[in-house]
């Protein structure tokens, strides 16, 4: 008897909604110009980081290789949304399948409090990101609960979430680190794009 109730159904796509409040032609333009436009830097500003990084040696040190990880996981994790997000406002492909889904989690442990110190000091708008991650992520739990919040607002808020840390982290990292930012001068330099230092 056990056996006529259990069932070999198994899920093979999704649908996505998107956001129901702006499903007009000009609505759906206006997002798909505003997620290019920050797809675009997000990759511009990570390649760029990596290319600097794996261009000049006397950067091949801990803190700068785990810089370069950040980047590629930056790429790979905005790779996840956006253009799939991309592709349901200009065709309506609101189809994804259960293998397009997956999750990357990275974990640093730093053990001494020199250590700690001077990745805080190093890394505190990186933190601040994360923070800024994780409140986003509480808004999107807790809206469910505060009257008024739309589908569009919750949805809005889940994509920014997983586009602002992506946005954010090659400005970081090109404006709080001198050797990155000289580095990047000389490259330009090599290929005659600045004439002078940078």
Excluded: W
Excluded at 61 to 77: E, H, Q, S
């Amino acid at each position: 008897m056990s056996g006529l109730n259990q069932s070999n159904f198994r899920v093979q796509e999704f649908v996505l909604f998107g956001f129901p409040g702006l499903q007009d032609k000009e609505s759906k333009n206006i997002l798909l110009a505003v997620f290019l436009a920050v797809y675009s830097l997000i990759l511009l500003g990570n390649v760029l980081i990596i290319v600097i990084l794996l261009l000049d040696e006397g950067l091949y040190i801990p803190m700068y290789l785990l810089i370069l990880n950040l980047a590629i996981l930056d790429i790979a994790i905005s790779s996840i949304t956006v253009p799939k997000l991309l592709t349901a406002l200009m065709f309506n492909d609101n189809i994804i399948s259960f293998a397009g889904c997956f999750i990357i989690m990275s974990v640093v442990k730093i053990t001494t409090s020199e250590g700690r110190s001077k990745a805080f000091s190093t890394c505190g708008t990186h933190l601040l990101v994360i923070c800024v991650f994780f409140l986003l992520a509480v808004f999107i739990i807790l809206s469910y609960r505060i009257p008024g919040v739309s589908a569009d607002a919750r949805i809005m808020v889940s994509v920014l979430q997983s586009v602002i840390p992506s946005l954010a982290n090659p400005i970081i990292y090109c404006l709080r680190s001198k050797e990155i930012r000289e580095s990047f001068g000389k490259t330009l330099k090599k290929i005659q794009i600045l004439p002078g230092g940078f």
